[in-house]
């Protein structure tokens, strides 16, 4: 079946930092891949997507390239703050999945200063 | 106020107890999801429900059940609360509009410890 794989974490930082969060992935055809980011507290929310080959999803500094061959959605951003700490979920849609969603296991990001 | 709304936050039950976490929201979406989140698991489905009449099993339905009372409410009860159903648990919504994206608008989660 469909599944995310994510580096362990947590990541520790310092401010400025560059970032790089792994994220592989398994599936049949060709998915929608996203990232979602939980910040302490609160509920997972939608941080950038990507959803055909090739594709580039970025929001808030933050960048993820869709790698079909690779089968990789690493998420990247060149500098990081301490309010970008959170925990961060890879997933990925199965075409005709409606919004079912499979998620890895999250990585827990400390940036400090 | 929040779009998806879950009450209770937080709870604590004993064995055997009998639990409801209901969920609502202000979206408009037709789709409504339960998760839970264990540490080093991450969110895993337990129910998800496309609209009023449609209830589906997620992967790991065992020990839950739903109701879809309307559009906007999603409950998930525990008959038989146990300890390892401690966890944190999500509800979430979506819009079959947007089946495509995959974009998902999830609550701020019902901790539930049972003892």
């Known amino acids: 079946g469909d599944s995310v794989t994510q580096m362990e974490g947590p990541v520790t930082l310092s401010e400025e930092a560059f970032l790089t969060i792994n994220c592989t992935y398994t599936?049949?055809?060709?998915?929608?891949l996203f990232w979602y980011v939980q910040y302490p507290g609160e509920g997972l929310q939608l941080l950038l997507k990507?959803?055909?080959?090739?594709d580039k999803g970025s929001n808030k500094g933050f960048e993820a390239t869709y790698r079909k061959e690779t089968t990789s959605f690493h998420l990247e951003k060149g500098s990081v703050q301490v309010s970008d700490s959170a925990v961060y979920f890879c997933a990925l849609k199965a075409p005709g999945g409606g919004n079912k969603l499979t998620f890895g296991t999250g990585t827990q990001l400390k940036v400090e200063l | 106020d929040a779009d998806v709304t879950q009450t209770p936050r937080n709870r604590i039950t004993k064995t055997g107890k009998r639990i409801m976490l209901e969920c609502s929201q202000t979206?408009?979406?037709?789709?409504m999801y339960w998760y839970r989140q264990d540490p080093g698991l991450g969110l895993r489905l337990i129910y998800y429900s496309f609209d009023v009449k449609d209830i589906n099993k997620g992967e790991i339905s065992d020990g839950y059940s739903v109701s879809r009372q309307a559009q906007a409410k999603f409950s998930l009860s525990l008959e038989s609360a146990i300890p390892n159903q401690t966890a944190l648990y999500f509800c979430a919504t979506g819009t079959g509009f947007n089946r495509n994206t995959g974009e998902l608008f999830f609550g701020e989660g019902s901790r539930l410890t049972v003892l």
């Open positions: 979206k408009g979406h037709d789709r």
């Open positions: 599936a049949t055809g060709y998915p929608s």
């Open positions: 990507a959803t055909k080959a090739d």
